[in-house]
């Protein structure tokens, strides 16, 4: 029973462990991600090729969680 207890215990932690590190790629592919979009919204305004109206409306780029 201990060593079934422990088997699973040990499994629970490889697990743990690939969620982490799933959630970590996760977080450095949305801060590319957000980089990216405010790098493109950027050059779009500077540009001026976006119509004056939709400039002028207030957006963000979403913050991380």
């Not at 697990?15 to 950027?42: C, P």
Request: proline share 5%; no cysteine; aromatic share 4%.
């Amino acid at each position: 029973m201990r060593d079934q207890l422990q088997e699973r215990v040990n499994e629970l932690q490889t697990e743990f462990d690939r969620g982490n590190e799933r959630l970590k790629a996760l977080d450095q592919e949305a801060d590319k991600l957000r980089e990216t979009l405010l790098r493109i919204a950027g050059e779009v305004r500077r540009s001026g090729a976006m119509p004056a109206a939709i400039m002028s409306t207030p957006w963000q780029v979403p913050q991380r969680l």
